[in-house]
């Protein structure tokens, strides 16, 4: 059986009883660097059989792993931080034991994704990941453009070396695009900022220190979906019978728009 472990992304404490209790009953844990996955099973005293497997040594390790699969061992596969397979090495040996006909299991646990659109503030029933951002300028901006006609909020990784000249890019393209720049989730030293792009451009001038989740709020067209809906519900309340002036309140806090701009447009 193939067991796909999630680790934590950052405090080492952000790990579940199913996966500590697999990676020590597995025959073999296979990991992106042997070094940190062992703090990890030291912090939680346990001992294992650590093989490395990595970007690039993944083809080689997963032709030597699946014949051990088939011989009925049971081996666990972890990344650094995460879920392995979602912009880490995992996919091509889930891939080939599913195709030989292995038993394979994900033990969920920790997510860089899901904790930074939460802590950004922009969480709806839709995203858009996207994974490690392109590096090139013409890249990039094709990326921003495509964005900006996704009314949902979108998830992307970056290096902390090439997040200012990220930043200026789309302050470029979508200067008013809110997004959020989350630092270091889950560690000693975590950091959400928030912002527009034409602000965050202008504070991020120097690379920050530390890994960085970024958070794109919604799309301009989602915005206005989202104002039409709320003047909407204004009006609504008005024909109830509710003054104009607290009707635009109640719509205010529940849907974080300006009380005034509510108001100006119901007249």
């Not at 220190?209 to 970024?214: N, P, R, S």
């Not at 206005?224 to 024909?239: F, I, K, R, Y």
């Not at 509710?242 to 701009?261: I, M, Q, S």
Request: hydrophobic content about 45%; proline content about 5%.
């Amino acid at each position: 059986m193939l067991a796909v472990c999630a680790t934590p992304i950052g405090n080492l404490e952000d790990v579940t009883l199913r996966v500590l209790r697999e990676l020590g009953e597995a025959d073999l844990v296979l990991c992106e660097d042997t070094r940190h996955t062992r703090r990890l099973l030291e912090r939680h005293g346990i001992r294992a059989r650590l093989r490395s497997y990595h970007e690039h040594n993944e083809a080689a390790r997963t032709a030597e792993v699946l014949p051990r699969l088939e011989a009925g061992e049971r081996i666990a596969l972890v990344s650094d931080a995460g879920l392995p397979g979602i912009s880490d090495p995992g996919a091509r040996l889930v891939a080939g034991a599913l195709r030989a006909g292995i038993a394979v299991t994900v033990l969920p646990g920790a997510s860089a994704v899901e904790t930074a659109l939460v802590a950004s503030g922009f969480a709806a029933e839709r995203y858009q990941f996207v994974g490690f951002l392109p590096r090139g300028e013409q890249a990039l901006r094709r990326m921003w453009e495509e964005l900006a006609r996704w009314s949902w909020p979108a998830i992307a990784f970056e290096s902390p070396r090439r997040l200012p000249a990220t930043l200026r890019s789309l302050a470029t393209v979508d200067p008013e695009r809110e997004l959020a720049v989350c630092r270091e989730l889950t560690k000693r030293h975590e950091h959400v900022v928030r912002g527009r792009a034409r602000e965050l451009a202008e504070r991020f001038v120097e690379p920050p220190k530390g890994e960085i989740t970024l958070v794109l709020g919604p799309g301009a067209e989602r915005e206005s979906a989202d104002e039409a809906a709320a003047a909407q519900a204004v009006a609504e309340l008005v024909g109830a019978g509710l003054a104009r002036r607290e009707a635009a309140a109640v719509v205010a806090r529940l849907t974080g728009l300006p009380r005034k701009h509510l108001y100006d447009n119901s007249l």
